[in-house]
């Protein structure tokens, strides 16, 4: 932001000399520079999109070659330094947590991250804890880099679609062969040296119609008490079309055949997963999780909503009314707006020019975060679940309502399916939690 100094407090001077009047988006940034509170989230990508894995649905292979885009590489000595200092220095919370990401971070071997450790122990401030997270395809894991792990405490996510058949429909090697002996041996390793892991299930076209299957993998074969399921939407063109960039008046209305995968023209890529079946596996996983495993096992969704239905904020940014707190750092320094928003038009600094809470609150980012609530269209804004879902993540808004207006989320059917289905036996378990006086839930 232009220095207001001179003016008005309630002024600030633009660029191109004008003035204008200070607003909510403004409010982040002047608390920051005011030294109050400032937490935030950045998921670096240490290796960019390089991964030694080529599975059908990434989204992020193809930011190498995205015009503009962060290229490929890995994160040098000096930018790794400089994102370690200022991640620190820029948060005032007692702890801090690093998410390692990719592409595939191990590529860059255990060394690279003794290295980060170190970093980290020179830059803390008295009091604070870090800790890491480190996303993770689970092929290359052996017994040293477990050890590390252990000892340094981080916390482990793995990548795995289901049992075999499941897995390895999708996620194969750059030869095609399939990874999933890889990955199940990757989590026993992880048992053997008691490393925590969580794991992280892509649900696609395919094992959306096996939900009983993939659960139960996980959570008795492999032995998951932590269990994310992210859906697989990718429209069709995001390796150059970054999210709201798409047309809108091109965009298929809800409930057209373009609006689900398969159809010549579909809107999303073949293996994204059809809404139909998305609310079909909440449903179903929900009921599992609720007559087997509740209070044993954490699921993302599941968890949010009854912490929402608590009163308490959302535990996952997609169902938050704002986002814009989860920030990617790539190899290179730029700081995008999310993850899912690695693409030039949503570029909001590098850690090499200016203070990294410069970036994070900004007001194209500040402004990047409220959008999620305030672009809603009138079917989201009047529906009976909008607290529970808050319109899903902008980047899925890739359909026109009925009655043409752009902005609705291509799941919005399988959330509504799921909404409608888990919330009655939501109210029921916080009512029981409440009776029980024990409502906080633990943190995803
Ligand atoms: S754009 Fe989507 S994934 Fe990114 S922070 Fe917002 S809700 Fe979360
Ligand atoms: S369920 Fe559908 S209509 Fe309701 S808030 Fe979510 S995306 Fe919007």
Redesign the pocket.
Known sequence: MTSTHGLPPEFVLQPDGSLRTLDKYDAPLLAAQRGESTRFHAMAKPAGSACNLDCAYCFYLSKATLRDGPGSGRMSAATLEAFIRQYIECQTGSEVVFSWQGGEPTLLGVDFFRRVVELERTYAKPGQTIQNDLQTNGTLLDDDWCRFLKEHRFLVGLSIDGPQKLHDAFRVAKDGSPTFAKVFAAAKLLHKHDVPFNTLTCVNRLNARHPLDVYRFLRRELGSTYLQFIPIVEYNGFERIAPQHWDPAALPRQGDPQARPGHPQSVVTDWSVDPEDWGYFLVKTFDEWRRRDLGKVLVNHFETLVAQHLGQPSQLCVYGEICGKGLAVEHDGGVYACDHYVYPEYRVGNVHAGRLTDAVFSRAQVRFGYAKSET?PR??RE?P??RD????CPKNRILRTTDGEAG??YL?SG??RF?AHAIPEVDRIVADLQTRGTTSRPRM
């Open positions: 809603l079917q989201c529906c679940y909008l879902c808050w319109g899903e609705l989320n919005c959330f509504q909404f």
